[in-house]
């Protein structure tokens, strides 16, 4: 499932679309997917002259941030959302014990599995990993995500904005 498929799913655009490829997937409980880091990415920024100079690391909020979008593939995979503002919203609402293992350097090609621990109509609690050639990268204690209609959010939004006469 290449990343037309994953843009059928979630809201994300490049350039911060950043899942390349599901693997595999079985509906409310796992994804596997692939994202290959590169140093064309925006997260890179422009290199100097002399790369050697630059820490080329990938940011552990981008690493975290690629795990978290396979975790809302999951959760919309059977109620797909690729529109912003429509239909149901994910929320992250919660990241515990996350933590970086060792570093990822453009050439690598993560690979994040999502698990769901609990599923509560929809709520889901997941954890899951990030491996480079089999190698743990990152590991992901609890995550929390929250499908929440948009209209109402919107709604919700609105209500607590005051307009410009309220203001004066």
């Not at 880091?37 to 552990?60: N, S």
Request: aromatic share 4%; with cysteine.
């Amino acid at each position: 499932m290449n990343t037309a498929r994953v843009m059928a799913v979630v809201p994300h655009r490049r350039p911060a679309l950043l899942v390349d490829r599901i693997v595999s997937v079985e509906p409310r409980r796992r994804l596997v997917a692939q994202k290959a880091v590169t140093v064309a990415e925006p997260a890179y920024g422009r290199l100097g002259e002399e790369p050697a100079d630059e820490d080329l690391a990938y940011p552990f909020g981008t690493l975290l941030e690629s795990w978290a979008q396979c975790a809302v593939a999951l959760a919309c995979w059977e109620e797909p959302n690729p529109e912003v503002g429509k239909g149901k919203v994910v929320l992250l609402s919660q990241v515990r014990d996350a933590r970086t293992l060792t570093p990822v350097y453009p050439g690598s090609v993560l690979v994040h599995e999502v698990t769901v621990v609990r599923d509560v109509g929809d709520t889901y609690l997941v954890t899951g990993r990030s491996t480079v050639d089999g190698e743990p990268v990152l590991e992901i204690g609890q995550v929390t995500l929250a499908l929440r209609p948009a209209d109402a959010l919107t709604a919700a939004a609105g209500a607590s904005v005051p307009t410009t006469d309220e203001r004066s």
